[in-house]
T-cell receptor, first 116, second 114 residues
Framework: NAGVTQTPKFRVLKTGQSMTLLCAQD?????MYWYRQDPGMGLRLIHY???????AKGEVPDGYNVSRLKKQNFLLGLESAAPSQTSVYFC???????????????FGDGTRLSIL | GQSLEQPSEVTAVEGAIVQINCTYQ??????LSWYQQHDGGAPTFLSY????GLEETGRFSSFLSRSDSYGYLLLQELQMKDSASYFC???????????????FGAGTRLAVHP
């Protein structure tokens, strides 16, 4: 069982370059999320999606774009990378909340991105 | 505003019990979750509390007091493999679409020693 798969696992970019991070889930989850994790700051939500074809902004959306063309895939794009975007990026997916609001998120192993 | 506070580090010995506290300030609170993350790994879901009281799952328990805006994660019979970071997270209606979002605390790093 693959769960949530992120590619690539590591990447080094130069300032101004663009790239796309891919997230794929095989659990038929409706909801998908992109987070970034920086030392001492926990996980911060960048963008999320509650279904195919829909996306919404999270806490720190600036400098990122996303697309959810297929239910199983959620892409995160950096159009012009900046050193401040050096971070570990996690993708997660979940079902809709249950009757008490529980909605465990399943995370990928992360993408470690360095921007020089 | 919206904020979560948890201790940055906790140290304990094998076999002991440790409690990791989380206080939150938010409007439209819906529930409190806990996640575990080992170094270099992915966060994994541990527990969720929507109502006041204690939820037990094996060696781990989680507690919530909505009136005090406070919760904790209790780890019993600590093992070396429990050394990890633990994050509390809240779901609230603070922002548009807030129901579908989790806001995470900065995490508590637990070190278990022999």
């Amino acid at each position: 069982n693959a769960g949530v798969t992120q590619t690539p696992k590591f990447r080094v970019l130069k300032t101004g370059q663009s790239m796309t991070l891919l997230c794929a889930q095989d659990m038929n989850h409706e909801y998908m999320y992109w987070y970034r994790q920086d030392p001492g700051m926990g996980l911060r939500l960048i963008h999320y999606s509650v279904g195919e074809g829909t996306t919404a902004k999270g806490e720190v959306p600036d400098g990122y774009n996303v697309s959810r063309l297929k239910k199983q895939n959620f892409l995160l794009g950096l159009e012009s990378a900046a050193p401040s975007q050096t971070s570990v990026y996690f993708c997660a997916s979940s079902t809709a909340p249950d009757r008490v609001g529980n909605q465990p998120q399943h995370f990928g192993d992360g993408t470690r991105l360095s921007i020089l | 505003g919206q904020s979560l506070e948890q201790p940055s580090e906790v140290t304990a010995v094998e076999g002991a019990i440790v409690q990791i506290n989380c206080t939150y300030q938010t409007s439209g609170f819906y529930g409190l979750s806990w996640y575990q993350q080992h170094d270099g790994g992915a966060p994994t879901f541990l527990s969720y509390n929507a109502l006041d009281g204690l939820e037990e799952t094996g060696r781990f328990s989680s507690f919530l007091s909505r009136s005090d805006s406070y919760g904790y994660l209790l780890l019993q019979e600590l093992q070396m493999k429990d050394s990890a970071s633990y994050f509390c997270a809240v779901r609230s209606f603070m922002f548009s679409g807030g129901y579908n979002k989790l806001i995470f605390g900065a995490g508590t790093r637990l070190a278990v020693h022999p």
